[in-house]
């Protein structure tokens, strides 16, 4: 599943990327990061539809602790109820907020 399946306006997440690169199989992390970090709401209904909330989760759980801003990470926690991954000591000076 390619991200062009998606909401057009997510493409401006990912200015650096060419179309190909974008799939959801095999970018899963990258996707996932920028739509849970500044995604809106049409990005993030189109995440729901495409992934199931678990997978999501799992993911946070793993990853959202060292690719996710100190705001994101608590808003999701609240909304998954879930802890995230583990947060590298140096993303507490490059994500502050």
Known sequence: MRLALGPAGARRLF??????????????????SRLLEDGDGADLAWLAAALPETEVAE???RYGGRQLSTRSREFW???LGREPGP???????LWPL
Do not use: T
Not at 20 to 29: N, T
């Open 87 to 93: 947060v590298h000591p140096e993303a507490q000076v």
């Open 59 to 61: 993911w946070f759980g």
């Open 77 to 79: 926690r609240v909304v």
């Open 15 to 32: 200015p650096h990327y060419e179309e190909e690169d974008l799939d959801l199989q095999r970018s899963r992390s990258l996707i996932l």
